[in-house]
């Protein structure tokens, strides 16, 4: 017997193989739902007991489904439709409003800068987006590893490759994004064109030359770019003082502490004419405290 579990609105759902039949039990972490619907569902819990341990044939396409989403870890929580979100160590649903991106983007080209399993590139799909690409490097090989954590990675782990989960969002969500491999600094007009918007959520933190990354975005964007990341309010505490913190690629390969005003100012110093701050929140990985400040700018050329 095989079993796979998601997760969904605080439920938890295995599907469990055995031969050729194929069953879903469900089960509710403790105290995670309102009581109201804990009474409502223990009612109802005797009647379906028997009926959700027997095993009943379920379409193979959602098996199928269920055992690539398993077969991942991924990053984004993504709805695949039919009941199925990804279990993504972040999930970005719940505080979608706080990034305040344009509520349409129809008609607009899109680049979707860092798309990982591609959570952003299907959003903006969902606004409209007549043509979005979703941009990532390949594997950890091709991001900007610190010297001694690269001599000491094996050739399996700089193979690793990145976001498997887009492929099966992709699929699954009958999605036209086109995702493009690429590295941040060598996003060029002449090989990808312009974009009316360019997305770019939590990457420049990863890079050891952020600065350079923002002018190769700032070239490639037309109407606007939205560049969202983790800041550390403190550092801003000397007046006009643009100041970040040099990380080396510590932790979660993490370059750079940045202030708000010195992440404002880089983006400015990229060629940017305006950059306005629409929106400053706390949030963090899923089902854990929202201890990291996000901003969010937008940023005209
Ligand atoms: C913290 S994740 C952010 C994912 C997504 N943008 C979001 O906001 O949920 C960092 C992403 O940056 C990508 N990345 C790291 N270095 C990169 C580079 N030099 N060029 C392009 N993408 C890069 C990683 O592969 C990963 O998808």
């Known amino acids: 017997m095989t079993s796979w579990t998601v997760r969904l609105l605080g439920l938890r759902a295995s599907l469990v193989m055995s031969g050729d039949r194929v069953g879903f039990e469900m089960s509710l972490p403790a105290g995670s739902l309102k009581r109201g619907v804990a009474g409502m569902l223990a009612q109802k819990s005797a009647r379906q007991a028997s009926a959700a341990m027997a095993p009943e044939p379920i379409d193979p396409d959602l098996a199928e489904l269920a055992r ?3 077969g991942v ?3 984004q929580s993504i709805d695949l439709g039919r009941g199925f979100v990804t279990p993504g160590f972040y999930d970005h649903r719940p505080i979608l409003e706080r990034y305040s991106l344009p509520e349409r983007l129809d008609g607009m080209r899109v680049l979707d800068v860092a798309t990982f399993d591609g959570f952003w590139a299907f959003e903006f799909e969902r606004r409209g987006a007549a043509e979005i690409l979703a941009l990532d490097v390949d594997c950890m090989s091709d991001i900007d590893l610190p010297f001694r954590r690269r001599a000491l990675a094996s050739e399996e782990e700089l193979a690793a490759p990145f976001g498997q989960g887009f492929s099966i969002a992709h699929a699954a969500r009958r999605s036209r994004v086109q995702h493009v491999t690429c590295n941040v600094y060598d996003l060029t007009p002449e090989r990808f064109g312009r974009f009316d918007f360019v997305h770019v959520g939590d990457l420049l933190l990863h890079l050891r030359d952020p600065a350079l990354a923002l002018s190769r975005i700032r070239n490639v964007t037309s109407r606007y770019a939205f560049i969202s990341d983790v800041i550390y309010p403190d550092l801003d ?6 100041i970040m913190q040099y990380d080396g690629g510590a932790g979660e390969n993490i370059w750079w502490r940045f202030g708000a005003r ?6 400015e110093d990229a060629g940017f004419d305006q950059v306005e701050e629409l929106n400053r929140f706390r949030y963090g990985p899923r089902g854990k405290d929202a201890t990291l400040w ?5 940023a005209t050329p």
């Open 68 to 70: 690539q989403v398993a």
């Open 73 to 75: 870890t991924w990053y």
């Open 237 to 242: 505490r000397f007046d006009d003082q643009p």
């Open 262 to 267: 010195a992440l404002r100012r880089m983006i």
């Open 294 to 298: 996000h901003v969010i700018y937008r």
